[in-house]
């Protein structure tokens, strides 16, 4: 195990690491650099696609508000509503790059399926959107400008999502956050983040984790108490019980030198369910900008990197 010792600051109870010397410690480490998105570089999204005629066309109505990007839509549906609906939909702003159909066999692999395209394609800005999202017009412009406002204050963005949840932040900054779980829902990836992330899917083992691996991983490296977490609050705390991989994505690149960053306020919500039912939260708000740590901190004498 490799141990990272960034300058401390005095806390009320004790001495802990700043979440940012922590970060600029571990992109040190993994030798990972800011990077500001140019005008040439190409965004892609891959949207994931089952059914859900509905929620289906509220998703790529609110994606069609933004243009400056391309979309291949990977289709999984039975029915014939969503597939007709892909062969017959007139897009406005963005561009629609290609249909796949009978993108089967789950979630997992339509995702690998995704990056994996876009990756081929040679794009340099990978995300990911499910069919049950939806977007605020003005995501694109503030999604994109997560890379550049982690750049500035030296901060390697690795994945950037729309989507906000207040039991998800680790720390509001001024104009956005750091992030605890950033998944598959509504997500942009650096090019190298995607890479990691689909080099990861190779070896399941790899990003899957449980809902105490998941807080102890924050515990060990950050220093952050997460016993509290409102999207576990069925899960039985003293049992380990697995996650979806997606869970898996933003401590693997917190490992690898990449963060997640978020939007202040959400550009983007959830069709499929109100998130004070199912996470037990709220979106966040332009309120929470620059409030800084959201959860306890738990001062341990050496914050412990895990490789």
């Known amino acids: 195990m490799k141990t990272i010792q960034p300058k401390k600051k005095r806390g009320a109870i004790g001495d802990y690491p700043e979440i940012i010397d922590v970060l600029r410690a571990l ?14 570089d190409r965004v892609g999204f891959s949207l994931i696609s ?8 509220q998703t790529i109505q609110s994606l069609d508000s933004e243009g400056g990007f391309d979309l291949i839509w990977n ?21 629609l790059a290609e249909v796949n159909y009978g993108v089967t066999g789950g979630p997992d692999r339509a995702v690998c399926f995704g990056l994996k395209r876009l990756l081929e394609l040679g794009f340099d800005y990978i ?18 400008s997560l890379f550049s406002q982690g750049a500035a204050d030296g901060i390697v ?11 998800h932040v680790l720390e509001y900054r001024s104009g956005y956050c750091l992030h605890v779980d950033t998944g598959a829902g509504m997500v942009l990836f650096s090019r ?21 691996s998941w807080r102890r991983f924050y515990a060990d490296l950050f220093g952050i108490d997460l016993q509290s977490f409102s999207p576990f ?29 978020s939007t202040i306020p959400t550009f983007a919500t959830d069709l499929e369910f109100d998130v004070e039912t199912f996470f037990h939260t709220k979106y966040v ?13 738990v001062p341990p004498p050496l914050i412990a990197a895990r490789g």
């Open 233 to 261: 609050w069925a899960c039985p705390p003293d049992q380990a019980v697995p996650c979806t991989l997606d869970w898996g994505y933003t401590p693997s690149l917190y490992r690898h030198g990449f963060a997640s960053l």
């Open 50 to 57: 089952g059914d859900r005629y509905s929620f289906t066309l």
């Open 157 to 167: 963005c690795g994945s950037a999502t729309a989507r906000s949840f207040e039991s």
């Open 192 to 212: 190298p983040a995607a890479e990691l992330i689909l080099n990861l899917y190779s070896t399941p083992s790899a990003l899957q984790m449980t809902t105490i």
């Open 75 to 95: 289709d999984a549906s039975v029915e014939q509503g969503v597939p007709a609906l892909a062969r017959n939909y007139h897009f406005q702003n963005l561009k």
């Open 27 to 40: 992109q040190k480490r993994n030798k990972t650099k800011p990077r500001v998105p140019k005008q040439s």
């Open 285 to 297: 708000g332009v309120d929470k900008d620059n409030t800084g740590v959201q959860y306890p901190r």
């Open 127 to 144: 995300g990911l959107v499910e069919n049950d999202i939806l977007l605020k017009p003005g995501w694109f412009g503030r999604l994109t």
